[in-house]
């Protein structure tokens, strides 16, 4: 599932062929690559996002499109202008390589939003590894792309961020914490006890959740925060998940991937009936034959792997038993009884409600006990 050296050497060429095209047609014009594949955090099935930088009157996304397709850089039906969106963009597919490709003209936030990731994965060792596993849970469920209301990968990855900025344990953030219990407690709280009606996320200053109350207030007229309301922080007027009108059914997903792996690590797991071939984590994610055919036919055009190199095929990744821990009595196995006053009160009956109180509270939020104890796992690339 993690990039191969090999993967990226082929996409490079692509950008290369695509960057040929724009210098013949303007020599002073930047071709910068943004988006998951200038930070790493790219599947095998991931778009290349370019955008180019010059001086027009008009963009010329038309004269492009036209030398893109002369030179037989993009498959013939593949290329689309879209002249009309908020951002302008020419999507194609490579034609030999079907990498499929986003080119937009002099847009400075996806180069800036790319050095703040590549800032936050330094800070968070644990993060590529979340953002991949859960980029892939979202794709095989068509719940990862805004156009279709679901979530983008820069609104995911702030979320991921915030859930290790306002984590209770230390310890998480470090790059030997434990991969699998980090990714339960991520489909714990955004599954279940994020309070998406009255909260939002702000990841500025150390991060914080913030009242949708006090966001409105300082709104136009006629405009109010979204269901998932992710405040930029690059642009702290812009809501990132403004678009993601289908983030209830997401929040559904979550919350059947998190009752699904925390039976499998119970400690009666073992009563219940299961392939014993299949990994936990493959109770939740699949990669398809096609897409294991398609890594293989780009190791065999692009270099094999070194011994010495990490086998990172999704097919190979898999939850394992670590150990058993005790957990103090009357309290929640993956989050603690004292966090912030913005997620929602989890009761047994099943109800959630809770609404913060000012932008940012802390309060005490009771749990009943799920367990006295709980396996822990890690999840192993």
């Avoid at 990039?3 to 950008?15: A, Q, W």
């Avoid at 979340?130 to 995911?156: A, H, P």
């Avoid at 309070?195 to 913030?210: A, E, F, H, P, W």
Wanted: net charge neutral; glycine share 6%; proline share 5%.
């Amino acid at each position: 599932m993690s990039p191969r050296p090999e993967e990226e050497r082929m996409r490079m060429e692509v950008v290369e062929r695509i960057e040929r095209v724009i210098k013949d047609l303007w020599p002073f014009a930047d071709v910068q690559i943004f988006g998951s594949f200038t930070t790493g955090l790219y599947l095998p099935t991931s778009d290349i996002d370019l955008v180019v930088f010059g001086k027009w009157d008009n963009l010329p996304l038309w004269t492009l499109e036209e030398a893109l397709r002369k030179r037989h850089v993009a498959e013939e039906n593949s290329i689309k202008v879209l002249d009309k969106a908020t951002v302008p963009i020419i999507k194609l597919t490579d034609s030999y390589t079907e990498v499929k490709v986003d080119i937009s003209f002099n847009v400075q936030n996806g180069v800036k939003a790319a050095q703040l990731i590549k800032e936050f994965k330094k800070k968070y060792p644990v993060l590529p590894h979340l953002v991949l596993v859960l980029k892939q849970f979202l794709l095989q469920r068509d719940l990862n792309e805004v156009f279709t209301g679901g979530i983008g990968s820069y609104s995911l990855f702030l979320m991921a961020v915030s859930f290790l900025q306002l984590h209770y344990r230390v310890d998480a953030c470090s790059p030997n914490a434990n991969m699998g219990v980090l990714l339960i407690e991520f489909f714990e709280l955004y599954g279940r006890h994020f309070n998406y009606l009255k909260t939002g996320i702000r990841i500025k200053d150390g991060g914080s959740y913030v009242a949708k109350d006090e966001v409105q207030r300082s709104m136009l007229d006629g405009y109010r925060p979204s269901m998932l309301y992710i405040e930029d922080p690059l642009q702290p007027d812009n809501d990132v998940g403004r678009s993601s009108y289908g983030a209830m059914q997401v929040k559904q997903a979550f919350d059947y991937a998190y009752v699904v792996l925390s039976h499998a690590v119970s400690p009666i797991a073992k009563y219940y009936p299961n392939n014993e071939g299949e990994s936990i984590l493959g109770r939740i994610i699949r990669v398809t034959q096609e897409v294991v055919e398609y890594r293989d036919w780009i190791t065999k055009q692009w270099g094999s792997q070194s011994k010495n190199e990490p086998l990172c095929n999704g097919t190979l990744l898999k939850l394992t038993s670590v150990h058993e821990t005790k957990q103090p009595a009357g309290r929640s196995p993956g989050l603690p009884n004292e966090i912030l006053g913005a997620v929602t009160t989890h009761r047994a009956q099943g109800h959630s409600s809770s609404s913060p109180a000012g932008s940012v509270t802390k309060g005490k939020v009771g749990f009943e006990a799920h367990s006295s104890r709980r396996a822990l796992y890690s999840l192993v690339f």
